[in-house]
């Protein structure tokens, strides 16, 4: 017995005709055969023709299918059917089963093409088979106003799988039966691998009998939403004749105009002249409405116009004023074509006033300009350098600045930073600035004659609503003199200001805490002090991160009292 893709009669040991069988070898034949029957595929998905049927969950233009019976490699024609994801925009591709990348040609009667945008839609399925080199477009669903020649396709192409599929069962039947050789009972299995062919066939006939019905349905689909016309490529303005179109200029680009007749090209040449009539009417009279004339046999070949004069009506056929839009391909003489119309809205009645609006008048051509400038939240401006009057609106320069002596601005104090109330450091171990509000970005500390009964250094600690914080600082500060300069660095406890301080002299300066990230509330520091008495410069600078926002600050020698000075803070948000 041979060796095939289901039985593996290596491991078969056949018995003697005329001779009783060994439970073990029987046992051994009935496991091969359930082996065998394990790796085809299911009766329902033989009956529902989905062995090589798939969902894409690529993306568009580079599809994705992964089958249930994985092929090991790419071999010339291997067919499968996808149901698409995502509708394509262009040259597209496909990967099976992780096999690799490969392009979806399509044919255009003289050779193999890229495919074009639209050649597949998303909820689509397409059928493709592979030619040793890339896949093959066999079919794909297109929009309603194609005709339904590609589900026709389709439907062939489920036939061939499903007549595949039978082919298939049948070859299971007779490896079935061949098993059956061995096993007595395996005969009941291939005959249900028998039976689900003869449903594959019923299938396939199925399937042709919904592709003409996909046929009808396509065509009465496109009906309803489009009349019918036949290009005729004379373009001399009369008469076209029963169910044509012709245009002025050969070069649809250049067209401005179209001669229709009243009877349209669908079945029994229905009289539409009433509807071609209505599309000029639009008091817009500028456009009027817009044309989208597509080629039935091939959409992607299309014209749009706008209707932007007054038809002419004449006796069986009504010459249009167009203007080009836009379009793509071209027709030939008899093409059938659907021709769409949408029209523009009416024109809206007048305002009370007179003419345009226009922005130089400054709402004097309104019928209130009290009730404008209420209604654009203006208050009380009417024109616009008016002074600094509540409600006005300032006049900006070139530059988007208003004027330069600051009169078109009020109501804006401090530059927007607010000051606090100063505090003396006469006396006392520490001073803090506390109630700092919610959103502050940066609080600037100024020092006037500042200092200490002890040569203490100062320090600078911060804290939000849980309190001072006296640990995770980073902070660093030198002493620049004309003598021996001093640093004083690795502070984790404070922000140090000084270093090398001396009881006799006085710091004057500033110290800027700026908030780095209001996610992790970091503040930066950065200072610069003199000493009053000597020629000496403090400078350094740090980080710390608080809990929460930063709402007080506190500033402290580092032992003993404060004897001399003032401190100020003033903060912005």
């Known amino acids: 017995m041979a060796v095939n893709d289901y039985f593996d009669s290596t491991k078969y040991t056949a018995l003697t005709a005329h001779s009783l069988g060994r439970a073990a070898n029987v046992n051994s034949t009935f496991a091969l055969l359930e082996a065998a029957f394990t ?58 089963n992780g096999l690799g ?19 597949i839609f998303a909820g689509a399925i397409f059928h493709i088979q592979y030619d040793g080199t890339q896949f093959q477009l066999i079919s794909a669903a297109t929009s309603v106003t194609v005709t339904a020649a590609a589900s026709a396709t389709a439907a062939a192409s489920s036939a061939t799988n499903a007549a595949t599929s039978a082919t298939n069962a049948a070859t299971s039947a007779t490896n079935a039966a061949a098993s059956a050789t061995a096993a007595a009972t395996s005969e009941t299995n291939a005959l249900a691998s028998a039976t689900s062919a003869a449903t594959a066939e019923t299938n396939a006939e199925l399937a042709e009998t919904n592709a003409e019905t996909a046929e009808t349905n396509a065509n ?52 539409a002249s009433v509807y071609v009539l209505a599309w000029d009417d639009s008091t817009t009279t500028s456009l009027r409405g817009t ?54 809205g ?33 208050g009380t401006a009417a024109v616009a350098n008016t002074g600094v009057a509540d409600g006005n609106v300032p006049l900006m320069d070139a530059v988007g600045y208003p004027a330069a002596d600051g009169s078109q601005i009020t109501n804006i104090s401090g530059g927007g930073f607010t000051l606090g109330t100063e505090q003396a450091t006469a006396s006392g171990a520490s001073v803090t600035f506390g109630s ?33 914080e006296t640990t995770g600082y980073y902070s660093s500060a030198a002493t620049l003199t004309t003598g021996a300069n001093g640093m004083s660095t690795g502070n984790v406890d404070v922000f140090i200001v000084t270093s090398n301080a001396s009881a006799a002299n006085a710091i004057s300066g500033s110290m800027f805490l700026t908030l780095k990230d209001d996610t992790d509330f970091t503040w930066i520091s950065s200072h610069s002090v003199a000493n009053e008495g000597v020629a000496a410069v403090h400078t350094g600078g740090g980080r710390k991160s608080l809990s929460a926002e930063l709402t007080q600050v506190k500033i402290m020698p580092g032992s003993g009292n404060f004897d001399a000075g003032s401190i100020n803070i003033m903060y912005i948000g």
């Open 220 to 271: 009465n689909a496109a009906r309803s939403v489009a009349f019918r016309w036949n290009f005729d490529s004379s373009t001399t303005m009369a008469d076209p004749g029963t169910g044509d179109i012709r245009f002025n200029n050969a070069t649809l680009s250049a067209a401005t105009a179209a001669a229709i007749s009243d009877l349209t090209g669908d079945t029994g040449n229905p009289d």
């Open 436 to 468: 700092i509000p919610a959103g502050t970005k940066m609080v600037v500390l100024h020092f006037e004659g500042v200092s200490t009964v002890d040569a203490a250094n100062i320090k600078v600690q911060i804290g939000d609503t849980g309190g001072i």
């Open 39 to 96: 790796l085809l595929p299911s009766k329902t998905r033989i009956r529902e023709d989905r062995i090589t049927y798939v969902t894409d969950t690529g993306a568009a233009d580079a599809y994705i299918a992964t089958l249930t019976e994985a092929p090991p490699s790419y071999t010339a024609g291997l067919k499968i059917a996808v149901k698409a994801l995502t509708t394509n925009t262009g040259a597209s591709t496909i990967n099976v």
């Open 291 to 344: 044309l989208l004339i597509r080629q039935v046999s091939a959409p992607e070949d299309f014209v749009v116009f706008n209707v932007t004069g007054a038809s002419t009506d004449n006796v069986g056929w009504t010459q249009l004023d167009l203007t080009y839009v836009g379009g793509a391909g071209a027709f030939t003489n008899t093409d059938a074509l659907t021709v769409q119309f949408v029209r523009t």
């Open 101 to 119: 990348i490969k392009n979806i040609k399509k044919s255009d009667g003289t050779a193999l093409i890229a495919l074009a945008a639209g050649d």
């Open 346 to 378: 009416n024109q809206g009645a007048d305002g009370a006033g007179v003419g345009d609006l226009l922005a130089a008048n400054n709402l004097s051509d309104v019928a209130s300009a009290a009730t404008s400038r209420t209604n654009l939240g203006l």
